[in-house]
């Protein structure tokens, strides 16, 4: 079945320094695929989201682009800040019995240090 | 524009218990929506999902139960919380129909069951 396999955490880095979360994906067809944030104590918020192969998402300076030849959603920031710290959960959709059902990795927790 | 509320925002509850928690969206109609848990430490597992008043599906067996008495109220139950039960509810909502895959969170349920 469709899956989604991220990196795990924590990833610890300094401020200004650049980020990586590794995510790579299995699934028929075609899926979209997206970054959801989630901040301490509260929900999911959608960072970013790409529908399409080579399509580039990209929101607040992160960025990640849709790669089929490797099934890979790789999650970029050149400069990280404090405020960035949050867990980072990789999402790919599949559409099944009249809905669209979202695939989520296990999330990658980052914390930015000053 | 379209929100999505949670209640209560905390909850501590003791084993056997019942449990209820309420979801509602505004500003959009007939929604699909979902429920999901997120354990400490771990990733999102989808419980529920609606796609009209009163069709729940269920995506694992569980000591829960969902109901949808109206377009846009979406309510997660148990007659006997178990310990297990404990976890952060995150209750999500997207359009209907197949061309938006995106799906929306609300702030989530933070349950303690002790």
């Known amino acids: 079945g469709d899956s989604v396999t991220q990196m795990e955490g924590p990833v610890t880095l300094s401020e200004e320094a650049f980020l990586t979360i590794n995510c790579t994906y299995t699934?028929?067809?075609?899926?979209?695929l997206f970054w959801y944030v989630q901040y301490p104590g509260e929900g999911l918020q959608l960072l970013l989201k790409?529908?399409?192969?080579?399509d580039k998402g990209s929101n607040k300076g992160f960025e990640a682009t849709y790669r089929k030849e490797t099934t890979s959603f790789h999650l970029e920031k050149g400069s990280v800040q404090v405020s960035d710290s949050a867990v980072y959960f990789c999402?790919?959709?599949?559409?099944?019995?009249?809905?669209?059902?979202?695939?989520f990795g296990a999330g990658t927790r980052l914390a930015v240090h000053p | 524009s379209q929100t999505i509320h949670q209640w209560p925002a905390t909850l501590v509850q003791p084993v056997g218990s019942p449990l209820s928690l309420e979801c509602t969206v505004e500003?959009?109609?007939?929604?699909?929506l979902y429920w999901y848990r997120q354990a400490a430490g771990r990733g999102l597992q989808l419980l529920f999902y609606?796609?009209?008043?009163?069709?729940i599906s269920s995506e694992v067996p569980q000591n829960l139960s969902a109901s949808r008495p109206q377009d846009r109220q979406f309510i997660l139950s148990s007659k006997k919380l178990l310990l297990s039960d404990s976890g952060f509810y995150l209750c999500?909502?997207?359009?209907?129909?197949?061309?938006?895959?995106?799906?929306?969170f609300g702030p989530g349920t933070r349950l303690t069951v002790l």
């Open positions: 609606s796609v009209g008043i009163g069709q």
């Open positions: 500003g959009t109609s007939n929604p699909n």
């Open positions: 699934a028929t067809g075609y899926p979209s």
């Open positions: 999500a909502w997207s359009p209907s129909g197949r061309k938006s895959d995106e799906q929306f």
């Open positions: 790409a529908t399409k192969a080579d």
């Open positions: 999402a790919l959709s599949a559409f099944s019995g009249g809905y669209n059902k979202l695939i």
